[in-house]
């Protein structure tokens, strides 16, 4: 990553760094050492799928990330299951109070968005903005600055 930074001369917060929280939890010490020296190269961390693995909280205080990604499973459901709106909810706000940028992955429906705009997210991924594509695809969407829906 270092070199690609360098050959590139970009500077590390162009790169977001993606982990789950199962293989932080596979070897803990190595995992943090690592991630600490990625952060260090100025490198954002985002934690993938939080909530379907171990879920240690502790691993959170060690481990300062930068975004923590609401797992699909949880998003799935939302507005009108209420254990998922709960558990989304608190992910929210446990993001919140440990200083981390929040991301919901698998949206799909306009609810699903206002839900997760109402509670406070910060960003969505899914469907709803647009189906995989190709890198020459990208190019124009991301001209348009916004893929949200517009409302009425």
Not at 98 to 113: D, F, K, S, Y
Request: charged share 25%; aromatic share 6%.
């Amino acid at each position: 990553m270092r070199d690609a930074l360098a050959e590139y001369r970009l500077p590390g917060s162009c790169l977001d760094v993606e982990v789950t929280e199962s293989v932080i939890m596979d070897d803990m010490e190595s995992t943090v050492q690592t991630i600490h020296a990625i952060q260090a190269m100025g490198i954002r961390m985002s934690i993938d799928d939080f909530g379907t693995g171990y879920s240690s909280l502790a691993y959170l205080k060690r481990f300062k990330a930068d975004k923590l990604k609401i797992d699909r499973s949880f998003v799935r459901d939302i507005p009108g299951d209420q254990d998922d709106s709960a558990i989304t909810r608190a992910i929210i706000n446990m993001s919140k109070n440990l200083n981390m940028q929040v991301v919901a992955e698998g949206v799909e429906t306009v609810e699903q968005w206002q839900f997760l705009a109402q509670e406070g997210c910060h960003q969505v991924q899914g469907y709803l903005l647009s189906r995989p594509l190709s890198a020459e695809a990208v190019e124009p969407l991301l001209r348009q600055r916004c893929l949200l829906p517009q409302l009425e």
